[in-house]
């Protein structure tokens, strides 16, 4: 019944299929515009914890903070970037509104094609922009395309070493003189100290009166997850 509906059903023009696409298009930017809110609103509470673990000399607790911070802004950029790429494809569709009317169909864009298929590399978008790809290709405005995203997993170790390199900076200027009272080699010393003692029980001892503070970390790290995905 249901392919006998899809026969009958006529089929949108051109015009009102790009209309369509660009809707969605500015629906999904304007996602992208309230998480990006969520993930900033976010971060402010986020600096407060890092300077109130400064002040107590918790610099473990407070690189682990910072690091979902640069983590969270890498999020913002790649979102603005996503958002920017959505609109290049809505331009791209729009100038293509003026050939549909002459030939009476969408044609092919190699720079369309382009964009929603990097579009697609990323986590946050891939399944809406897979939608996206099987309709435009449906309607003959790209080829269809293997994803490849799976290829970027590979670059994952790289991106935590510059993480890494990034935190110190935002530990700097966020926590300010609170942390640059603590001379560098001691710092290091203990983040270095800590992570050795994990798994021990002298590690317990050495936080059972901060046990609030741990399941505060812990929290924020939940909700910094939530508002990044």
Request: with cysteine; aromatic share 2%; charged share 35%.
């Amino acid at each position: 019944m249901e392919k006998v509906m899809n026969i009958i059903k006529p089929k949108p023009n051109p015009q009102q299929q790009l209309r369509d696409w660009q809707r969605r298009l500015r629906q999904e930017c304007r996602n992208i515009e309230r998480q990006i809110r969520d993930i900033q609103r976010e971060e402010k509470n986020v600096q407060k914890a890092i300077r109130d673990a400064a002040k107590r000399n918790d610099m473990v607790s407070a690189k682990a903070l910072a690091k979902e911070i640069v983590r969270s802004r890498r999020t913002v950029n790649r979102l603005y970037e996503n958002k920017a790429q959505m609109n290049s494809i809505s331009m791209h569709l729009g100038e293509s509104v003026a050939i549909a009317r002459t030939v009476g169909h969408l044609s092919k864009s190699a720079e369309v094609m382009k964009l929603v298929n990097n579009l697609m590399k990323a986590p946050e978008m891939a399944a809406t922009m897979l939608e996206f790809s099987k309709e435009m290709t449906k309607a003959g405005v790209i080829e269809e395309f293997v994803n490849d995203a799976v290829d970027n997993a590979l670059d994952s170790e790289d991106i935590e070493e510059e993480i890494e390199e990034e935190v110190d900076k935002v530990l700097t200027a966020i926590a300010g003189e609170t942390a640059a009272q603590l001379p560098e080699t001691v710092r290091k010393e203990r983040v270095k100290q800590s992570a050795e003692t994990a798994r021990t029980t002298e590690e317990e001892e050495a936080i059972a009166e901060g046990v609030d503070d741990e399941e505060e970390l812990e929290e924020i790290r939940a909700r910094l997850a939530k508002v990044r995905s």
